[in-house]
């Protein structure tokens, strides 16, 4: 009996379930908001949502400060348009259903004041009119460099330069570097400080260096030079009269032409060009030189190699391949062309 009877009650239950479907009984589920309060900042939109439901009237209690941008059945879009407070009313078959709505300010954004340049150290080349024909420019090099000041809305009081390098360089009152000229090949660099003062007193500061495209151009020619002419085996005498007589093979005179550099380049110049052209081409290789100064050593440098001193004269006025001297010098001789050129013996060590 008892199993009988529950097998009744499964028959039962299969037939209810037959005629009333799970959906017909879903959808006898009361409509209800998707959210009944919300918080918006001006200028967003949002949906809200009638569930269970099929087509809603909307309406807004204050269009100033919340709008209702789009319908669709039982969804609308609304939109914050200012601070305030505002009632989402939705009527779906003579009922209303209503979502209190909260509209802030845009919340501001917290500017950090933390004022930066924007670099803190440049290099800067330098090319002159006189050795513009000779050298090419490097595209990765720059000639001159804006500062600019961010992270901050106070502005540049002044825009300064300091430093011992200081007169190689100008700046703008808009923070504008350039350079004036470039440094001597035996400086090879100079660098200066860059100051930023902004009107509350801070103070940014960054490093700019100048080079002299003519300088990386010379040691460039040296390297050429060397590579070809001097090998690990010589002597500094032997290098220092391959450095005399490349001069001589491939550079002509030219009367008061004394640039050494453009020599050098250009290939004409006359014997105070050439001394310290000289003078030049041996340091490069270590070996210890010193053009005369006294004009009346004409294209005469004075070196010293493997304990010895010598006179080298340059620079002769003959055509090309010119001829040179060399001869070794001491006692009282020595004594005189140091005098005579102001030159010191530590100069030579």
């Known amino acids: 009996m008892k199993?009988?009877?529950?097998?009744?009650?499964?028959?039962?239950?299969?037939?209810?379930?037959?005629?009333?479907?799970?959906?017909?009984?879903?959808?006898?589920?009361?409509?209800?908001?998707?959210?009944?309060?919300?918080?918006?900042?001006?200028?967003?939109?949002?949906?809200?949502?009638?569930?269970?439901?099929?087509?809603?009237?909307?309406?807004?209690?204050?269009?100033?400060?919340?709008?209702?941008t789009k319908k669709k059945k039982n969804k609308v879009t609304i939109k914050a348009k200012k601070a305030g407070r505002a009632t989402i009313t939705a009527t779906y078959k003579k009922k209303t259903y209503k979502c209190r709505v909260t509209v802030k300010k845009?919340?501001?954004?917290?500017?950090?004041?933390?004022?930066?340049?924007?670099?803190?150290?440049?290099?800067?080349?330098?090319?002159?009119?006189?050795?513009?024909?000779?050298?090419?420019?490097?595209?990765?090099?720059?000639?001159?460099?804006?500062?600019?000041?961010?992270?901050?809305?106070?502005?540049?009081?002044?825009?300064?330069?300091?430093?011992?390098?200081?007169?190689?360089?100008?700046?703008?009152?808009?923070?504008l570097v350039t350079m004036q000229w470039g440094p001597a090949y035996e400086d090879w660099s100079q660098t200066a400080t860059v100051k930023a003062t902004l009107e509350d007193g801070r103070v940014l500061v960054a490093k700019v260096t100048c080079y002299a495209e003519s300088n990386i151009y010379t040691n460039k020619l040296f390297e050429e030079f060397e590579s070809k002419y001097i090998t690990s085996g010589m002597t500094d005498r032997e290098k220092a009269e391959k450095a005399a007589w490349y001069i001589g093979y491939t550079t002509g005179y030219q009367e008061v032409q004394n640039d050494w550099m453009l020599l050098l380049f250009a290939k004409k110049g006359d014997c105070l060009a050439s001394r310290y052209l000289l003078q030049c081409m041996c340091q490069h290789m270590g070996v210890k030189a010193q053009g005369c100064s006294n004009i009346n050593y004409h294209g005469q440098t004075l070196i010293k190699a493997e304990g010895k001193f010598y006179l080298i004269t340059t620079g002769f006025d003959e055509p090309k391949p010119r001829s040179y001297t060399i001869t070794e010098v001491s006692g009282t001789d020595l004594e005189k062309i140091m005098t005579d050129n102001h030159l010191k013996t530590w100069m030579f060590e």
């Open 3 to 68: 199993k009988r009877g529950y097998c009744l009650f499964i028959c039962m239950v299969l037939l209810v379930t037959m005629l009333f479907p799970l959906e017909n009984v879903q959808s006898k589920a009361k409509p209800k908001l998707s959210v009944k309060t919300k918080t918006m900042y001006v200028g967003k939109t949002a949906v809200i949502t009638l569930k269970r439901a099929g087509k809603v009237k909307w309406k807004t209690s204050k269009k100033s400060v919340v709008a209702i």
């Open 106 to 175: 845009k919340p501001k954004k917290t500017v950090q004041d933390n004022p930066v340049l924007n670099a803190t150290d440049v290099s800067l080349y330098y090319l002159g009119d006189t050795y513009k024909d000779y050298i090419q420019y490097d595209p990765n090099h720059i000639r001159e460099f804006r500062f600019r000041v961010s992270g901050t809305k106070k502005e540049v009081r002044t825009w300064e330069l300091e430093g011992e390098g200081k007169d190689f360089f100008q700046i703008t009152d808009y923070g």
